[in-house]
């Protein structure tokens, strides 16, 4: 990895909006070819990558990695990752990595909070509100290239278990905050069900690249035997529906019009002013959101 990545991946700046040199550096790499926005994790979003250029022939993929401060493990997997990604689908079609971040966003809609959002809403935790993050993360960079699409690796079950910022509400909100930046959320694998079949469709020289990156906050919201429960005393739909809608997509929102319009943003004082106006932004919501949680 380059000297200059392992800076900003060690010393985590704010950097969600890029300078025009490297702007113009990123669109000159591809050409004149139509880009999509890919997310860089897991084997997910690899894997969502792989379906997306397969189904598009002539289109090229930005691969971006957004930085969190609760990650662990080797970033060499990164840039492993996106070399894997070149071999397997053609460097003109791959660019290269693109690395963004906020620790004052994350801190903002994740930690800043914790006490009024339990109050409030009767839960918490951080994985919902990093997924918002992350997805938001990419948006600056879309609009400042004139990309349309992001994909992403984002599923609603992993072999019989649910991940609470991966039910379908949520990513229905995640799709919902892009659209309201003129922007596609593409999940290519959101039905997908079974990690073989993610196997599958990646090989097995995946394995050869390393591991990906781990989150210590991982699991936080399953109970001593693994398992998510929705319902009374546990995670219910509707309380999340209203962090969402009161909070997190509110505060996102305005934060990334900030952005846009050039502004500084003081991200913890939008997260005050909206938890002291209480907005409320609603989506049409498919009937399958509220049984596919039970």
């Not at 397997?88 to 009024?116: I, M, Q, T, Y």
């Not at 009161?246 to 934060?255: H, K």
């Amino acid at each position: 990895m380059e000297e200059g990545a392992k800076k900003i991946l060690r010393d985590k700046p704010e950097r969600l909006c890029l300078d025009h040199s490297e702007l113009e550096t990123i669109l000159d790499s591809f050409s004149g070819k139509k880009i999509a926005i890919a997310e860089l994790a897991g084997r997910d979003s690899i894997a969502a990558a792989i379906k997306f250029l397969e189904e598009k022939d002539g289109e090229a993929l930005l691969p971006v990695y957004t930085f969190t401060g609760t990650e662990y493990g080797s970033f060499d997997y990164l840039e492993s990752a996106v070399e894997w990604l070149k071999e397997r689908l053609g460097s003109g079609r791959v660019g290269d990595l693109v690395l963004l971040g906020s620790p004052n966003f994350w801190h903002a809609l994740n930690g800043r909070w914790v006490k009024e959002l339990i109050r409030r809403y009767g839960f918490y935790t951080p994985c919902i509100g990093c997924h918002v993050y992350l997805h938001a993360s990419r948006i600056p960079l879309a609009k400042a290239l004139g990309v349309k699409t992001v994909i992403s690796g984002e599923r609603e079950y992993h072999d019989g278990k649910q991940k609470i910022n991966q039910i379908s509400l949520t990513i229905s909100a995640y799709r919902f905050l892009l659209s309201r930046f003129d922007l596609d959320l593409l999940t290519p694998l959101v039905k997908i069900k079974s990690t073989a079949q993610i196997d599958e469709m990646i090989g097995t020289k995946w394995n050869t690249i390393g591991h990906q990156l781990q989150c210590v906050l991982s699991a936080n919201y399953r109970d001593a035997l693994g398992n998510l429960h929705f319902g009374p005393n546990h995670f219910d739909l509707n309380h999340i529906l209203g962090y969402l809608s009161e909070f997190a997509l509110p505060v996102t929102s305005r934060i990334i019009e900030g952005l846009l319009r050039g502004e500084g943003v003081d991200y913890p004082r939008v997260a005050q002013e909206v938890l002291e106006e209480r907005p409320r932004l609603i989506w049409e919501l498919a009937e399958e959101i509220w049984p596919s949680c039970s």
